[in-house]
T-cell receptor, first 108, second 119 residues
Framework: EIVLTQSPATLSLSPGETATLSCRAS??????LAWYQQKPGQAPRLLIY???NRATGIPARFSGSGSGTDFTLTISSLEPEDFAVYYC??????????FGGGTKVEIK | EVQVVESGGDLVQPGGSLRLSCAAS????????IHWVRQAPGKGLEWVSV??????YYADSVKGRFTISRDNSKNTLYLQMNSLRAEDTAVYYC??????WGSGYFDYWGQGTLVTVSS
């Protein structure tokens, strides 16, 4: 099973700043990594898949990069609605599909 | 418009059984892989199972206890959960796969249904 480790656990930023979230895999997942956003009481929402492809309707301020074992989600110029928990997820070697533990982006 | 709606969550005693339903609309249901993902209270996301047009797969934590089935005539996926344990307590989400062939990514999610296992 591929383990995904996200860092930091919490990121405290102000609106307008740039958020950089990290996801590290226990073995290579090639480019088969996605990012999801989850707000309290809501289901997760797909943001990015295959490392850097934005899902339908996702704003351009969300971007993904990386390959192999190290991946980054960048949120440029944080909007108030971007404060949420973000999860990475791999589909390289499944089942099982696995998620990271999440990074909470909170308002500073 | 694609919609995914779960139902069937409830309070059940340890060792008991429950069946969850997932109704999907706006897609050719029979061709898509549909997943179950759960989230324990205050915790992260855990993939549980997937039903494709021809196969089913399970997480080790539920293998042998949970069974996926689908009724394509009703556009509905089911998750039969037996021998429930306290650690199965979670919100269970049904999620449509991004691609019909089963990419392993989830692009449409239901609102979730709460399963509580407690005496």
């Amino acid at each position: 099973e591929i383990v995904l480790t996200q860092s930091p656990a919490t990121l405290s930023l102000s609106p307008g700043e740039t958020a950089t979230l990290s996801c590290r895999a226990s073995q290579s997942v090639s480019s088969y990594l996605a990012w999801y956003q989850q707000k309290p009481g809501q289901a997760p929402r797909l943001l990015i898949y295959d490392t850097s492809n934005r899902a339908t309707g996702i704003p351009a301020r969300f971007s993904g990069s990386g390959s192999g074992t190290d991946f980054t989600l960048t949120i440029s110029s944080l909007e108030p609605e971007d404060f949420a928990v973000y999860y990475c997820q791999q589909r390289s070697n499944w089942p099982p599909l696995t998620f990271g533990g999440g990074t909470k982006v909170e308002i500073k | 418009e694609v919609q995914v709606v779960e139902s069937g969550g409830d309070l059940v005693q340890p060792g008991g059984s429950l069946r969850l339903s997932c109704a999907a609309s706006g897609i050719t249901f029979s061709t898509y892989a549909i997943h179950w993902v759960r989230q324990a209270p205050g915790k992260g996301l855990e993939w549980v199972s997937v039903g494709t047009s021809g196969s089913t797969y399970y997480a080790d934590s539920v293998k042998g206890r949970f069974t996926i089935s689908r009724d394509n005539s009703k556009n509905t996926l089911y998750l039969q959960m037996n021998s429930l344990r306290a650690e199965d307590t979670a919100v269970y989400y049904c999620a449509k796969d991004l691609y019909a062939w089963g990419s392993g990514y989830f692009d449409y999610w239901g609102q979730g249904t709460l399963v509580t296992v407690s005496s």
